[in-house]
């Protein structure tokens, strides 16, 4: 099975000139990257948030566990970084044209 990495590296190893900031917020105009809230770990009662893979977004990549026991990283296979662009694409279109 493939390894998943970060956005912005397979972005990179692909010579995609977009950011992974950029394509994180793509992947939720296109319902494959969600908010997920917990309650921080201080002692505070403050409500955070992280974003993980929807289970649309799971066909991607992976939600990697992290030190945290409430959030993970997002990580995608490089191959499917083409794939995602074009959903994102269309995503975005369709939300162009309701402006």
Do not use: F
């Amino acid at each position: 099975m493939e390894k998943s990495i970060a956005v912005s590296k397979a972005l990179e190893q692909q010579d995609i000139p977009l950011s992974g900031q950029t394509v994180l917020h793509l992947m939720k105009l296109a319902s494959l990257v969600e908010e997920a809230e917990y309650v921080s770990s201080s002692g505070s009662g403050e409500i955070k948030s992280y974003s993980r893979l929807t289970p649309s977004g799971l066909k991607y990549g992976e939600n990697k566990k992290t030190m945290s026991p409430t959030k993970t990283d997002i990580t995608i296979y490089p191959s499917k970084i083409k794939e995602i662009l074009i959903e994102c694409h269309s995503a975005l279109g369709v939300y162009l044209s309701t402006l």
